[in-house]
């Protein structure tokens, strides 16, 4: 015959031993999962890109009384950074001065988030402005010649300066209004 007392014992150390294994097996998920969130949270948030380490250029090509500039940075570092936001872009006229009177517009088309850029990958933004004839306004009057444009890049340093650089460019827009801005994308960028 089995003793009562020590049948009691074995139930509750069996029901212990279970409690245990579960809490274990718990604490394994719990840390795996969150070992995994906190490696793609560090993959995502990526720290920015340093002016010292991209290297810039320009395309630009018109299409339907329309021109567009592509700015494209290379990330030129052993290492993946981000960029995010909307840059900003001064025109300046024949004589070096800024056209205050061509004010930016930030594009609502593409929404500001931030961009990882893999080493030796590209990302950037596109400028959109008109550039034909403005009914009722002779073209002279009503297209204003640019010949060169500084970018600023938010949140980006270089040498402990905000990031800047300039592109000799021969642009005129035409409408007055001013010119669009996307914000930066992954890639080439589209308009």
């Given at each position: 015959?089995?003793?009562?007392k020590?049948n009691?014992?074995?139930?509750?150390?069996?029901?212990?031993?279970?409690?245990?294994?579960?809490a274990?097996v718990?604490?394994?998920?719990t840390?795996?999962?969150?070992?995994?969130?906190?490696?793609?949270?560090?993959?995502?948030?990526?720290?920015?890109?340093?002016?010292?380490?991209?290297?810039?250029?320009e395309?630009?090509?018109?299409?339907?009384?329309s021109m567009?500039?592509?700015?494209i940075?290379?990330?030129?570092?052993?290492?993946d950074c981000?960029?995010?936001?909307?840059?900003v872009?001064?025109l300046?006229?024949?004589?070096?001065?800024?056209m205050?009177h061509?004010?930016?517009?930030n594009?609502?088309w593409?929404?500001?988030?931030?961009?990882?850029?893999s080493s030796?990958?590209?990302?950037?933004?596109?400028?959109?402005?008109?550039?034909?004839?403005?009914?009722?306004?002779?073209?002279p009057?009503?297209?204003r010649?640019?010949t060169?444009?500084?970018?600023k890049?938010?949140?980006v340093r270089?040498?402990?300066?905000?990031?800047?650089?300039?592109?000799?460019?021969?642009?005129?827009?035409c409408?007055g209004?001013?010119?669009?801005?996307?914000a930066i994308?992954?890639?080439?960028?589209?308009?």
């Amino acid at each position: 015959m089995t003793d009562p007392k020590k049948n009691r014992f074995l139930v509750l150390a069996s029901i212990l031993f279970l409690i245990i294994i579960v809490a274990c097996v718990s604490s394994v998920i719990t840390w795996s999962l969150t070992n995994h969130s906190s490696s793609t949270t560090t993959f995502q948030d990526s720290h920015l890109c340093s002016g010292n380490s991209l290297s810039a250029f320009e395309q630009h090509q018109g299409a339907g009384g329309s021109m567009y500039v592509s700015v494209i940075f290379l990330n030129t570092s052993k290492t993946d950074c981000s960029l995010v936001g909307f840059p900003v872009v001064t025109l300046y006229n024949v004589k070096g001065f800024p056209m205050n009177h061509e004010s930016q517009k930030n594009s609502p088309w593409i929404p500001s988030r931030r961009v990882t850029v893999s080493s030796g990958g590209v990302a950037g933004f596109v400028i959109q402005f008109a550039d034909g004839e403005v009914s009722g306004v002779d073209p002279p009057q009503g297209c204003r010649a640019a010949t060169s444009m500084r970018v600023k890049l938010p949140k980006v340093r270089q040498y402990e300066l905000p990031f800047l650089t300039y592109f000799s460019v021969p642009l005129a827009p035409c409408d007055g209004g001013g010119f669009e801005v996307t914000a930066i994308q992954k890639g080439e960028p589209l308009p």
